[in-house]
């Protein structure tokens, strides 16, 4: 008995703990409530270092991002979702899209599903136009199809959003078997 306890103890200490992003998104939906935004916008505002909008035409910084977000150490949002955070990617776009940071993530779920990352993106410095999806783990159209309708999000009023009064703030889109959740977080 001592060893099926043991056994089953080490089991349960080495499983990973998927931590669920729904709360972050829940400012977003019809009829709740969340934090307004405020853990995306932490890890938006430390994932562009200040070079990047204090840059010269044609002298893009070597390092676009902040060290919290080439390093993975967000200690800028609570323990369960830093957990799930690896290190960001960048890359220079082309045209109107400046600069993407993706972050990969481990064991985290958003409405009951497997994300893959989050991904920030600068479409130019003047005008601060920031936007930001989240992707999901390849996933089945019933599940597609489960996931938007189930999540309703709050329509646009002034100020909310850059899509325009009565538009959605965030939906999903789909390509193949790629799931996205977008929203866009400053015009």
Same mark, same amino acid.
């Given at each position: 008995?001592k060893?099926?306890?043991?056994?089953?103890s080490?089991?349960?200490?080495?499983?990973? $703990?998927?931590?669920?992003w729904?709360?972050? $998104?829940?400012?977003?939906?019809?009829?709740?409530?969340?934090?307004?935004g405020?853990? =995306?916008?932490?890890?938006?505002?430390?994932?562009f270092?200040?070079?990047?909008?204090?840059?010269?035409d044609?002298?893009?910084?070597?390092?676009?991002?902040?060290?919290?977000a080439?390093?993975? %150490?967000f200690?800028?949002?609570k323990?369960?979702y830093?957990?799930?955070?690896?290190?960001? %990617?960048?890359?220079?776009?082309?045209?109107?899209?400046?600069?993407?940071?993706?972050?990969?993530?481990?064991?985290?779920? =958003?409405?009951?599903y497997?994300l893959?990352n989050?991904?920030?993106? =600068?479409?130019?410095?003047?005008?601060?136009?920031v936007? $930001?999806?989240?992707?999901f783990?390849?996933?089945?159209?019933?599940q597609y199809?489960?996931?938007i309708?189930?999540?309703? $999000? %709050?329509?646009?009023?002034e100020?909310?959003?850059?899509?325009?009064?009565?538009?959605?703030?965030?939906?999903?889109?789909?390509?193949?078997?790629?799931?996205?959740?977008h929203?866009t977080?400053g015009?």
């Amino acid at each position: 008995m001592k060893h099926l306890l043991l056994a089953s103890s080490l089991l349960l200490s080495s499983t990973v $703990f998927a931590a669920d992003w729904t709360p972050a $998104f829940r400012y977003l939906e019809t009829g709740k409530s969340g934090d307004g935004g405020a853990m =995306l916008g932490a890890i938006m505002d430390n994932t562009f270092s200040k070079a990047i909008y204090d840059y010269d035409d044609g002298k893009l910084p070597k390092q676009p991002l902040t060290k919290m977000a080439a390093s993975g %150490k967000f200690t800028a949002i609570k323990a369960p979702y830093r957990n799930d955070m690896l290190p960001a %990617k960048s890359y220079y776009g082309k045209d109107d899209l400046l600069l993407t940071a993706v972050y990969p993530l481990k064991n985290a779920k =958003l409405y009951g599903y497997p994300l893959e990352n989050l991904t920030y993106y =600068l479409g130019c410095t003047e005008c601060g136009h920031v936007g $930001f999806y989240a992707t999901f783990k390849p996933m089945t159209n019933a599940q597609y199809n489960a996931l938007i309708k189930s999540v309703k $999000f %709050k329509q646009e009023t002034e100020g909310d959003g850059c899509w325009g009064i009565g538009e959605p703030l965030a939906n999903f889109t789909r390509q193949g078997n790629v799931t996205q959740l977008h929203l866009t977080m400053g015009c």
